[in-house]
């Protein structure tokens, strides 16, 4: 083993376990349990510093040969994690109360880049437990009534199904290629035989539950409901980046073969149809936002389709832009003792002419969202069915840009509330420290806006 | 050169207006007004001196900038003038402080908001006019729908949710289609050159089969035919005009609708110049049946604010017939018509805006004799009414006669040549449209101005103040500047006319005829 490669390269996922284990040290030292915030946004800040840091020198290196190697690409996609999740932290500030929240969330983005990194499916499947395990918790630990141990439960039994079905395709691909190293995926991309072709199958629909996809999406509205405002800010920005990256990794440099367009294709662009379409009829603003989170798996999904060299660009664009846009959204929800009133759409009703500077934000998140110009979303939108139309799928990038097209509708409603109702009379606080996460995304917003080249050429 | 750069500071001034309103307090409402109607009015003086100094007759571009946006994907920043967009950039600039100037008493609420969004709008408008690459055009395309989704949805009527989400959508349908377009099109010219470009210049040259360029041009056509908007897609317009605030009706009049015709003359038409060929009797038939029915809807409106949308649909056919006959005379009509309509209409909603404000009610039968209580409104109503039928001396005229001459000279040219009298019929028939457009405005001014004089509410009512004849004013001398002295505007618009011509009709028909 290469001790050298080990702290160098795994400097991020190192200064995350120092921070968890000093909050546990805390914890155990002080009588009152202690504020987590200042020790888990330092930790963050470093890690996130460290792997800015390694993806900007070009670092390489195989700290566990077969099972973990990491490449500017893996740091690039672990500070977009890290990145976003200071502000998702800041937001947690009156919503989670002592430092295990914040240990749970150094934990479960531990897992996420290992995940990033990882070279074997056993890997790959402690890095997405890991990952997922404390969001269970997190999920749960909300507790604002009964819906949260119900979301909890459903995403619990759903995730552990991905799980079993990764474990079964990576074992049926063991068997179709005789390795467990990820590159038997990309192998049995190409097989053709049935058995290579199932274990593949297996591993997809996996990926697609985590990632909330049609028709394996049955967790996210509750689970985005029932949690706070943080942790769905955290699931919609974070975890989804995770899933979405390793799935980058785990494709590799390998194409989607003709025979398995479709049902790559297919999944994806019903989730489009049917997460927009779900999105309108709902009321509350988080469960609007999980079928939200339902119609960008899709288009997220879809980058699968295009060449392999563009996967990681159009993929990281879009869950940098995507994560942003969320966390600045939650941002300029308003705080309210009963969460479940503050959660409802009508609560913004007027929101401009009480807090004119959170409803340009949540306006701004929305029509990015949206994709429409000039904002990010515009241009993560554009490369991802661009690369689909190059592959030689152009029906299916039509299909999907109408099918974007039915999400319209539901975001503009959102900026109809906020601008174009009338004030209740009522004020309506806003969440600590909600300013700060704000302009942590308003900023890169706005530079993303005016100057997309400068990233586009880093990825 | 180092005024080339002063397109720039003409497109970029608004954005600086807004970062300049966010220092501005909350509730210093006439700080905000006065701070608009400065910047405005510079960026208006700003783009009349580049008019100056626009040289007619050179083709290409002048005042031109290119600087690399999205490097990787050969995308830049490309902004210039040339023939075709000049006189539209100077519109959309002259209305800019006439809307400031015009929203005073009309805009009470969220006063700092609503001229963001003008500043919003009136960036994204000339950027689109000047844009000279696909990916920039697209994304000052789409913009434009923000500024004007918040102006009618906030500052509306009571049906303004309703009216601009049906904009939205409607427009945002068109816009897809035309981005899948556009991708497929970027994406051709790198098979068939190996590099990703998305200059106008580079892809005007692009040979694409017959049944792709149908296909793409049926894509970036309906987007246009939305917006501009052709019969049957115009369903959006009246509900859009009626609910609107003045200033939201005079932009979208005013500049927003010339958006559709301009991109058939930009790009739709010359990217695809066999499709356009085989389509233009399509266009032609939906042009004259725009103009046709246009003008029926608008002889039976009883809302004053929906007989001039009604009347927008039908003027702004002339300009596609001018467009699709391919005809020099026709094409430079077209231009010129599309800044007739810009002015006439704006400044008629401007007008239906002043007395809404007194009278509150849109009604025309409420409506009587307002010759005589308010004598100077109805002056300035006669103006700009004449102006719509077109009368010789307005800029109605020089528009319609120039398009009319152009179809049926087409028309003739193809009958005489045996290919068919379709063109010929149709020029005809957009004649008589003239006589429907006489009908309507006509009817209207004897309702509204003429007979007995009759109030809402039965008050008397103050005549224009001195705000409002100061707008009226400065419309009145750009209609009689473009009917009487048309010779220096369509000097300076003639190179991007016969670059239209040439690019559709191959180098072989460029010249005049």
Request: hydrophobic share 60%; no cysteine; proline share 3%.
């Given at each position: 083993m290469n001790w050298q490669a080990v702290f160098i390269g795994m400097l991020p996922e190192h200064l995350l376990l120092a921070g968890a284990l000093l909050l546990i040290v805390v914890e155990l030292l002080s009588r009152r349990p202690p504020d987590g915030l200042p020790l888990a946004l330092a930790t963050l800040a470093a890690a996130f510093l460290a792997?800015?840091?390694l993806a900007a020198t070009g670092h390489a290196g195989e700290p566990f040969p077969g099972q973990l190697t990491v490449d500017p690409a893996a740091f690039a996609g672990k500070a977009v994690m890290l990145g976003l999740a200071i502000p998702v932290a800041l937001l947690a500030r009156g919503e989670l109360e002592g430092p295990r929240p914040y240990l749970l969330l150094l934990f479960s983005l531990y897992g996420a880049c290992l995940t990033l990194s990882a070279d074997s499916f056993l890997t790959l499947f402690i890095g997405l437990e890991l990952l997922s395990l404390p969001v269970y918790v997190l999920v749960m630990a909300g507790m604002r009534g009964p819906g949260s141990a119900e979301a909890a439960l459903k995403y619990l039994v759903l995730g552990g199904t991905a799980s079993a079905m990764l474990l079964m395709g990576a074992s049926l691909l063991l068997g179709a290629t005789g390795t467990l190293a990820i590159a038997s995926f990309a192998a049995g991309l190409g097989a053709g035989t049935p058995l290579a072709t199932a274990g593949v199958l297996l591993v997809v629909a996996a990926f697609f539950l985590k990632g909330a996809v049609v028709p394996f999406h049955a967790w996210a509205p509750d689970a985005y409901q029932g949690a706070t405002v943080p942790v769905t800010a955290y699931m919609a920005a974070i975890v989804?980046?995770?899933?979405?990256?390793?799935?980058?990794?785990?494709?590799?440099?390998?194409?989607?073969?003709?025979?398995?367009?479709?049902?790559?294709?297919?999944?994806?662009?019903?989730?489009?149809?049917?997460?927009?379409?779900?999105?309108?009829?709902?009321?509350?603003?988080?469960?609007?936002?999980?079928?939200?989170?339902?119609?960008?798996?899709?288009?997220?999904?879809?980058?699968?389709?295009?060449?392999?060299?563009?996967?990681?660009?159009?993929?990281?664009?879009?869950?940098?832009?995507?994560?942003?846009?969320?966390v600045l959204a939650f941002a300029a929800l308003p705080a309210g003792a009963d969460d479940a009133a503050a959660d409802r759409l009508e609560s913004l009703q007027g929101l401009y002419s009480r807090r004119p500077y959170a409803a340009i934000t949540l306006g701004i998140a929305m029509l990015s969202l949206a994709g429409l110009p000039p904002f990010p979303g515009f241009v993560a939108k554009f490369l991802i069915f661009r690369n689909v139309m190059e592959a030689g799928y152009t029906g299916i990038a039509v299909a999907g840009l109408l099918a974007s097209y039915l999400g319209l509708y539901f975001y503009l409603r959102v900026l109809q509330f906020a601008f174009m109702g009338s004030a209740s009379g009522e004020t309506i606080p806003a969440r600590r420290l909600a300013l700060g996460a704000s302009l942590l995304c308003l900023i890169p917003v706005a530079l993303l806006t005016f100057f997309p080249g400068w990233l586009l050429e880093r990825l | 050169m180092a005024e080339a750069t002063l397109l720039n500071y003409v497109l970029w001034l608004p954005v600086l207006g807004m970062a300049a309103l966010l220092v501005l307090p909350r509730g210093a409402d006439a700080a905000v007004r006065g701070l608009a109607f400065v910047v405005m009015l510079l960026q208006f003086v700003l783009a009349a001196w580049l008019?100056?100094?626009?040289?007619?007759?050179?083709?290409?571009?002048?005042?031109?900038?290119?600087?690399?946006?999205?490097?990787?994907?050969?995308?830049?920043?490309?902004?210039?003038?040339?023939?075709?967009?000049?006189?539209?950039?100077?519109?959309?600039?002259?209305?800019?402080?006439?809307?400031?100037?015009?929203?005073?008493?009309?805009?009470?609420?969220?006063?700092?908001?609503?001229?963001?969004?003008?500043?919003?709008?009136?960036?994204?408008?000339i950027g689109t006019f000047v844009a000279q690459d696909l990916f920039l055009f697209y994304v000052f395309w789409e913009t434009m729908l923000i500024p004007m989704f918040l102006m009618i949805g906030i500052w509306g009527g009571e049906r303004r949710i309703y009216a601009t989400l049906k904009f939205v959508l409607y427009t945002a349908f068109g816009s897809i289609l035309m981005l899948a377009a556009l991708i497929y099109l970027v994406w051709s010219l790198y098979e068939e050159r190996g590099a990703l470009s998305f200059a106008f210049t580079d892809l005007y040259g692009l040979d694409l089969p017959m049944n792709v360029q149908a296909w793409l041009l049926g894509a970036f056509a309906l987007s246009f035919a939305i917006k501009v908007p052709i019969v049957p897609l115009h369903t959006w317009l009246p509900d859009a005009h009626v609910e609107a605030p003045t200033a939201g009706s005079v932009i979208l009049a005013g500049v927003l609708l010339k958006m559709g015709t301009y991109g058939f003359m930009k790009l739709g038409f010359p990217l695809f110049p066999e499709a356009a060929v085989a389509a233009a009797p399509l266009f032609m038939t939906l042009a004259v049946i725009s103009i046709v029915y246009g003008a029926c809807l608008a002889l039976v409106q009883d809302d004053i604010k929906k007989i001039i949308a009604y009347s927008s649909i039908s003027h702004l056919g002339y300009v596609m017939l001018g467009l699709a006959c391919f005809d020099l005379l026709g094409v430079q009509g077209a231009v010129i018509q599309m800044v007739s309509h810009g002015l006439v209409s704006a400044g008629l909603f401007f007008m239906v805006g002043m007395i809404y404000e007194r009278c509150h009610t849109r009604d025309l039968a409420a409506y009587g004799g307002l010759a005589k209580a308010m004598p100077v409104y109805s002056v300035f109503f006669m103006v700009l009414t004449l102006a719509s039928i077109g009368l010789p001396a307005t800029s109605?005229?020089?528009?319609?006669?120039?398009?009319?001459?152009?179809?049926?000279?087409?028309?003739?040219?193809?009958?005489?040549?045996?290919?068919?009298?379709?063109?010929?019929?149709?020029?005809?028939?957009?004649?008589?449209?003239?006589?429907?457009?006489?009908?309507?405005?006509l009817r209207f001014a004897r309702l509204f101005l003429f007979g007995e004089e009759r109030l809402p509410g039965g008050h008397a009512v103050a005549d224009l103040g001195l705000r409002e004849k100061a707008i009226l004013a400065a419309i009145v001398v750009a209609v009689f500047w473009l009917g009487i002295a048309p010779a220096g505007p369509l000097a300076k618009t003639e190179s991007g006319s016969l670059q239209f011509q040439q690019l559709v009709l191959g180098d072989a028909a460029g010249g005049a005829p």
């Open positions: 792997a800015l840091w989804k980046a995770g899933v979405l990256l390793a799935a980058v990794r785990l494709f590799g440099e390998a194409g989607v073969p003709p025979a398995l367009v479709a049902p790559i294709a297919l999944l994806p662009l019903v989730s489009m149809a049917w997460g927009n379409l779900a999105a309108i009829r709902q009321s509350s603003f988080r469960r609007m936002i999980a079928y939200s989170s339902i119609a960008h798996a899709g288009y997220l999904f879809f980058a699968f389709l295009g060449a392999p060299e563009g996967r990681f660009e159009a993929v990281a664009f879009y869950v940098i832009a995507y994560g942003l846009m969320n | 008019y100056g100094q626009f040289e007619a007759g050179v083709a290409g571009l002048q005042f031109e900038t290119r600087l690399p946006w999205i490097a990787d994907w050969g995308v830049y920043y490309h902004v210039g003038l040339d023939g075709m967009n000049v006189l539209l950039v100077l519109l959309t600039a002259f209305l800019g402080p006439l809307v400031v100037a015009g929203a005073v008493n009309a805009i009470r609420q969220d006063v700092k908001l609503f001229h963001a969004m003008v500043f919003f709008i009136q960036f994204a408008m109605g005229f020089t528009g319609e006669f120039l398009v009319l001459v152009g179809a049926v000279s087409a028309g003739w040219a193809q009958h005489v040549a045996g290919a068919g009298s379709t063109t010929l019929v149709l020029g005809v028939m957009a004649v008589l449209g003239v006589v429907l457009g006489a009908l309507y405005m």
